[in-house]
């Protein structure tokens, strides 16, 4: 049995993705060993909120560098029918998954604390989730969707109900 050789940087990870069959792309992540300084360049920061930074993007999938300040966290959101696959590059971030109930609430399925080096999936048939930045610092988390996602349902909690959202950059390719 042949043994994958660890991805320790991001420009190897970018390769290995370009040129492989996005069913692979499970296995690629788990190779993944790259030190979190080789995501500096796309590391943008706001007070109020996390950034979405834009890394590539092609035809089968889309990766993007989320960097969180202390507290930041997304709305209860689902993913546009695209798998997604969390890789907590620093810090740590809480995961909290949702489903919902025979009266159409939200009832919390699963809760986990992602360290540096994580990997978690997730996809609209497993529900919706949450993702918080519960470090004393910053953290920051790769995410992985097959295929690019243009929108999604988040939870308004003011309203109580779901709404759409076009989704959009913070920066790209390192701008």
């Known amino acids: 049995m042949e043994v994958a050789e660890s991805i320790t940087s991001l420009n190897v990870l970018i390769e290995r993705l370009e040129e ?8 690629i992540l788990k190779q993944m060993d790259i030190d979190p300084s080789d995501f500096d360049k ?65 009832a919390v399925v699963h809760k986990q604390s992602l360290s540096p080096g994580s990997l978690t999936y997730m996809d609209d048939r497993m529900g919706y989730h949450t993702l918080e930045n519960h470090s004393n610092g910053r953290a920051s988390t790769l995410h992985l969707y097959m295929l690019p996602i243009e929108h999604c349902e988040y939870f308004c909690e003011e309203e109580g109900d779901f709404k759409e959202k076009k989704l959009t950059y913070d920066t790209q390719s390192g701008h």
Do not use: M
């Not at 492989?20 to 296995?27: C, R």
């Open 42 to 106: 796309f590391k943008t920061w706001k007070e109020d909120d996390y950034t979405r930074n834009c890394i590539v993007r092609s035809k089968n999938f889309e990766l993007i560098l989320l960097c969180w300040n202390q507290g930041n966290k997304t709305p209860i959101h689902s993913h546009d029918g695209q798998k997604c696959w969390v890789y907590q590059v620093e810090g740590i971030v809480d995961e909290v998954r949702y489903q919902k109930d025979e009266n159409e609430n939200l």
């Open 20 to 27: 492989s069959d996005p069913a692979d792309f499970p296995s």
